[in-house]
């Protein structure tokens, strides 16, 4: 089955700091991967996703990702963070094919806070 | 408006209560999924759906059950509620499976076991 780590619990920025969060996936397959954001009160929101193809991904807000296959990674990414920006963020996988390919794995997400 | 209704919002239960929660979607998605989310344990799958009819276990199956009579509908059912069952459920369908994007997600049960 497929597992998901993010390295970190919860990060604090300020305004215009850079970001990276770290995402490993264990799977012996090909994968789909996800990002997904909860702002406070509200549901996930999807960030960005990979499937194939270029494997540094852009998505909404300014936000992308790189995945890096030989080290089963899909970090996020952000030049300049804004206060808006807090919220929660989870990585996801799904198997491409095979036992497991309907069942979406979520990590434990990584709390992001940015101060003024 | 098209989207994905959970009912209730909030809901208490004493242990050993029985109770459903509904959700139900009107875009026609063939899959729809029941999650729960726990502080610092992100959302895990409880069971999913491909079709009416159709049903399978996800990662925390267990003290739960789902059916699946119309493509409209998957309520989660708890049988005897149990105090590790208090967590905030998310209901959440997709055209044909959680990799067609965007998942649309319900806003979510609240759900308290004393």
């Known amino acids: 089955a497929q597992s998901v780590s993010q390295h970190n619990h919860h990060v604090i920025l300020s305004e215009a700091a850079s970001l990276e969060l770290g995402c490993n996936y264990s799977y012996g397959g090909t994968v789909n991967l996800f990002w997904y954001v909860q702002y406070p009160g509200q549901h996930l929101q999807l960030l960005l996703k990979y499937f194939s193809g270029d494997p540094l991904v852009k998505g909404i807000k300014g936000f992308e990702a790189e995945f890096i296959k030989s080290k089963f990674s899909f970090n996020l990414r952000k030049p300049s963070v804004q206060w808006s920006d807090t919220a929660e963020y989870f990585c996801?996988?799904?198997?491409?094919?095979?036992?497991?390919?309907?069942?979406?794995?979520f990590g434990k997400g990584t709390k992001l806070s940015v101060i003024p | 408006n098209a989207g994905v209704t959970q009912t209730p919002k909030f809901q208490v239960l004493k242990t050993g209560q029985s109770m459903t929660l509904q959700c139900a979607q009107d875009m026609n998605h063939e899959y729809m999924s029941w999650y729960r989310q726990d502080p610092g344990m992100g959302l895990r799958l409880i069971h999913y759906?491909?079709?009416?009819?159709?049903?399978d276990q996800g990662e925390v199956p267990n003290g739960y059950n789902v059916s699946r009579s119309t493509t409209e509908d998957f309520p989660l059912r708890l049988l005897s509620a149990a105090p590790s069952q208090t967590s905030v459920y998310f209901c959440?369908?997709?055209?044909?499976?959680?990799?067609?994007?965007?998942?649309?997600f319900g806003d979510g049960t609240r759900l308290s076991i004393l």
């Open positions: 996801a996988v799904i198997p491409y094919s095979g036992a497991g390919s309907y069942q979406l794995t």
């Open positions: 759906s491909v079709g009416a009819g159709i049903t």
């Open positions: 959440a369908s997709s055209p044909r499976g959680p990799r067609d994007q965007p998942q649309h």
